[in-house]
Structure formats: C-alpha cells, structure tokens
C-alpha cells in the first residue's frame, strides 16, 4: 500500500512538471524590433504598437488582474505617473485577462493606463512570455522598454513588483539622457 502511494505521489509531481512549460517563442533581442501588435484596452478601443511610435514605451507583462503582485506592480506605475508623463514616457501593461476584467481592474485602482487584452496570448507568445500550465495560460512578469523607432530597448526578465516602476523609471531616463 504504502508503495502505491509513493508511487501515485511520483506520478503526480511528474505530471505538474510536464504540464508546467514556457513558450516556445524566444524574447526578442535587445535592439531588435518590437514585436508588432493589435489588441484591446480596457475600455474595448485597440491599440497597435505603432500607435506609440515616436514615444518610449515602458510595455509591461503581467499574470492576472488583481492579484497581489500584479496589484502592487501596477499601483506603483499608478503612482509614478507624473514622473513617466514628465519625460515622456507611456506605460502599457499586457496580461491574457479579458477586456472586462481589465476594466474591472482599472476602476478598482484608479489605473491612468492603458491595459491591453491578449486572451488568446498572440502577442504574450510573440514577446516570449506566455507560459502554459495546460489548466490555463498567464503572461510571466517581464517587461520591455521600447524605444521611439519601435526598437526592443532594455528587457526586464526578473521583476520585483515592489520595485519594478522604479527600476524601469530610472532606466528610462538614462537611455532618454543618452540620446
């Protein structure tokens, strides 16, 4: 019996393992163009990346509405505002949440952004983010700094949400510095 059970145990752990993978789409290089993309903010309107050209762009990925990381993430970007509309930066997040819940997520924290809707996760896969856990897919937390020729500027691989904002914010102003 207790062979059995050791046994039903080591399949299980076996089978998570197996059902857990990343994408198969690589993140695209610093200095290479951004992957393009065409999706729905959270009030239904669509947005392509080339909407943004000519701007920086701080393009965050993020697993869920309104779960504490992705909370504490996106109120930070929430708060920096000024200081990204100061040196003319935009700040876009991206999750495979549905434009409703977004909505939801946006009027909950009073979020002054835009968050885009991949519930088929395209653009999450194009970026190399998406990861599948075969019950369901989220985007991993990662973001990119993209340049005003629509260039894949800086990549964030490990994010803190309590820091990320911050992190990115400075980055922003000494690539802005640099040109």
Same mark, same amino acid.
């Given at each position: 019996?207790?062979?059995?059970?050791?046994?039903?145990?080591?399949?299980?752990?076996?089978?998570?393992?197996?059902?857990?993978?990343?994408?198969?789409?690589?993140?695209?290089?610093?200095?290479?163009?951004? $992957?393009?993309?065409?999706?729905?903010?959270?009030?239904?309107?669509?947005?392509?990346?080339?909407?943004?050209?000519?701007?920086?762009?701080?393009? %965050?990925?993020?697993?869920?509405?309104?779960?504490?990381? =992705?909370?504490?993430?996106? =109120?930070?970007?929430?708060?920096?505002?000024?200081?990204?509309?100061?040196?003319?930066?935009?700040?876009?997040?991206?999750?495979?949440?549905?434009?409703?819940?977004?909505?939801?997520?946006?009027?909950? %924290?009073?979020? $002054?952004?835009? /968050?885009?809707?991949? $519930?088929?996760?395209?653009? =999450?896969?194009?970026?190399?983010?998406?990861?599948? %856990?075969?019950?369901?897919?989220?985007?991993?937390?990662?973001?990119?700094?993209?340049?005003?020729?629509?260039?894949?500027?800086?990549?964030?691989?490990?994010?803190?949400?309590?820091?990320?904002?911050?992190?990115?914010?400075?980055? /922003?102003?000494? /690539?802005?510095?640099?040109?």
């Amino acid at each position: 019996m207790k062979k059995a059970f050791i046994l039903a145990i080591t399949l299980v752990a076996a089978a998570v393992v197996v059902a857990v993978s990343a994408s198969d789409n690589e993140s695209p290089a610093v200095g290479s163009q951004a $992957p393009a993309f065409k999706l729905q903010d959270q009030n239904g309107e669509w947005h392509e990346l080339s909407d943004y050209a000519g701007e920086w762009l701080a393009l %965050y990925f993020y697993p869920r509405d309104d779960t504490p990381g =992705c909370t504490t993430e996106a =109120c930070n970007f929430r708060d920096s505002k000024f200081a990204y509309e100061a040196i003319g930066a935009r700040v876009v997040g991206i999750s495979v949440d549905d434009v409703e819940s977004h909505k939801a997520f946006e009027e909950k %924290y009073e979020l $002054p952004f835009t /968050l885009l809707a991949d $519930p088929s996760g395209e653009t =999450c896969a194009e970026y190399g983010v998406l990861r599948d %856990y075969k019950l369901t897919k989220i985007a991993a937390r990662e973001s990119f700094i993209i340049d005003p020729d629509g260039n894949i500027a800086k990549h964030y691989e490990d994010v803190d949400p309590d820091t990320h904002s911050a992190q990115v914010l400075a980055d /922003l102003e000494a /690539l802005i510095q640099k040109m």
